[in-house]
Nanobody
């Protein structure tokens, strides 16, 4: 059974940091890209925003413009985990964060960060950034 399980969310003040973790199982990790998405309060699933993505095999990374320089994605292939280090957090980063698996890793950012390209999803972890 394919599973993606997020952890590490929480409440943090603006300017603070959090590290999210995504544990993947049930598939060949190196064959997939793992993406991080977020759904802000009041937004619908179709408005889920791509934040970052990493291709497990070669480590190619993509970032949304509004997180570049603040968020860093990384992977531990030995443990089948992907991390999202978030720094300089802003209230507008408040959202439920999801990790997702794409079995056909993409070579361009617009596809790599498109939720329509992802096949499997975790249950999400809440990140709340206070003023």
């Amino acid at each position: 059974e394919i599973q993606l399980v997020e952890s590490g969310g929480g409440l943090v003040q603006a300017g603070g940091s959090l590290r999210l973790s995504c544990a993947a199982s049930g598939f060949t990790f190196d064959d997939y890209a793992i993406g991080w998405f977020r759904q802000a309060p009041g937004k619908e699933r179709k408005e889920r925003e791509g934040v970052s993505c990493i291709r497990s095999r070669d480590g190619k990374m993509y970032y949304a413009d509004n997180v570049k320089g603040r968020f860093t994605i990384s992977r531990n292939s030995a443990e089948n985990r992907v991390y999202l280090q978030m720094t300089s957090l802003k209230p507008e980063d408040t959202a439920v964060y999801y990790c997702a698996g794409d079995r056909r890793p993409k070579g361009v950012a617009t596809l790599a960060l498109s939720r329509y390209e992802y096949d499997y999803w975790g249950q999400g972890t809440q990140v709340t950034v206070s003023y």
